[in-house]
């Protein structure tokens, strides 16, 4: 018996009947009047938690590259002398001072780096 072969291109594509769940349109109506949700980067949240205990090093609680881990470090410590809209990091204020160590980490994969992170406070 002679086997069939097909002229229509093979594709990856899967193929669909083009009947899905989506509606044409979506629908037009506010969200609910409800507390408005913020998001908050990790540093915003961790810098704040960070601030409670000043003077304290502080294990951030993730794992970075060493190049991410020592950028990070580098630009909490220069924040006093560049000022927080010239750092990558969210989170830090004007006038804020910080200190941070990066280092292989202790208890994490290879190549994976920590970071600590200290609050010295405002100079003023």
Do not use: C
């Not at 769940?21 to 979506?26: M, Q």
Request: glycine share 6%; no cysteine.
């Amino acid at each position: 018996m002679a086997e069939k072969k097909s002229n229509r291109k093979k594709s990856n594509q899967k193929r669909t009947s083009g009947s899905g769940t989506r509606s044409g349109k979506a629908k037009v109506e506010n969200p609910p009047a409800s507390v408005p949700w913020k998001r908050r980067s990790f540093w915003v949240v961790a810098l704040e938690e960070i601030r409670l205990a000043p003077r304290v090093w502080h294990r951030v609680d993730r794992l970075y590259t060493r190049a991410s881990a020592a950028q990070i470090a580098s630009d909490l410590r220069s924040v006093i002398r560049r000022g927080a809209e010239h750092v990558r990091v969210k989170g830090v204020l004007d006038g804020e001072a910080w200190d941070a160590r990066w280092e292989m980490s202790p208890d994490g994969p290879d190549n994976q780096f920590a970071i600590w992170v200290m609050y010295l406070g405002r100079p003023d």
